[in-house]
């Protein structure tokens, strides 16, 4: 998915300026390549209501959908390639954050930024806004339907929910890693100077197997206050020689005094080359920071992966 490292910046416009018009004049096409559908859950639906390409969005699709979770059942874990706003219409949503930041509005306009790994409950009129490095899952622990419509942006061609984690299936990957900056360009702005833009390169030693895993980070990042997108790539070398690269897109939260930060993105197999020539996949890397921006971040990368050999 080396699309993934696109940075999402207009998302929150197109949204905002598309929607209106998708409501009204958004009718599935006929002809058009359907994006890949999620893994069957048990007791889940889907309709899709309305779909288009925004011009104003290039490689981009725009879908509009109602799902239906019967009582007891639950979607696998997943993230979304791009950003979705669903609204609960009816029931009570058991939404669970597995990692990532999720942006809530509650019916009576309460609003929230809730951070995983947490669980919480969405009633009517209840929206969730989730992007690329959220992943999360919804559940219905009454005994009523609960109906949810949904608008998502995504990359074009990607599927509705891309399942990682639980829901994933393939050999798992984990490494830990201490990851030092070995190079960085930031630039500071903003009035106040809150704002902070540019590159990290860090760089790290890992092990599996007893055998040592190079581990290679280029991300961009785009905060203010401490927190905001990152993005980039990450390759881990193997004793083998063999290589196996992933894109980024995750969020970080800092704490109020910017010197510690939490990190969460989502990870999608770029390409391979050895034994992870012809492997796919897809999962997560979370990590820790105690001191300033560009100090060592204490990370954990965990990976479900098809076609390794």
């Known amino acids: 998915m080396p699309g993934r490292s696109k940075r999402l910046v207009v998302v929150g416009a197109v949204l905002a300026a598309v929607l209106v018009a998708a409501l009204g004049v958004l009718a599935v096409r006929s002809g058009d390549e359907e994006p890949a559908a999620p893994a069957a859950a048990a007791g889940v639906t889907r309709v899709r ?5 925004p011009a104003n969005a290039p490689g981009q699709s725009l ?10 059942a639950r979607l696998a874990e997943h993230f979304h390639q791009g950003t979705q706003v669903a609204r609960v219409v009816s029931g009570v949503l058991t939404y669970n954050i597995v990692s990532g930041t999720a942006a809530v509005t509650y019916a ?5 930024e809730a951070t995983g790994p947490a669980a919480i409950r969405l009633g009517p009129g209840a929206t969730v806004t989730e992007t ?13 339907p609960v109906v949810i419509e949904l608008a998502a942006l995504l990359e074009r061609g990607a599927p509705m929910a891309t399942t990682t984690g639980t829901g994933a299936t393939g050999t798992e990957l984990h490494l830990t890693a201490n990851l030092e900056s070995q190079a960085r360009t930031l630039f500071t702005a903003g009035a106040d100077g809150s704002v902070v833009y540019g590159w990290n390169r860090l760089g790290a030693t890992s092990s599996l197997d007893g055998w040592p895993v190079k581990v290679d980070m280029l991300g961009d990042v785009a905060y203010t206050a401490g927190s905001g997108p990152f993005s980039g790539f990450i390759t881990f070398s193997f004793a083998d020689g063999s290589t196996l690269g992933v894109a980024m897109e995750g969020t970080t ?9 939490s990190f969460a993105a989502t990870l999608g197999v770029v390409a391979g080359t050895g034994r992870y020539a012809t492997a796919t996949g897809t999962g997560t890397f979370v990590g820790t920071r105690t001191a300033a921006l560009g100090s060592a971040v204490a990370a954990t990368f965990d990976l479900k992966l098809d076609g390794a050999k």
């Open 49 to 53: 209501l309305g779909q288009a390409d």
């Open 63 to 72: 879908y509009l959908e109602q799902v239906t979770i019967a009582p007891g």
């Open 108 to 112: 009576d306009g309460r609003t929230e």
């Open 132 to 144: 690329a490095g959220l992943v999360h899952f919804g559940a219905n622990d009454t005994g009523r």
């Open 253 to 261: 939260r800092a704490s109020a005094d910017t010197a510690n930060a």
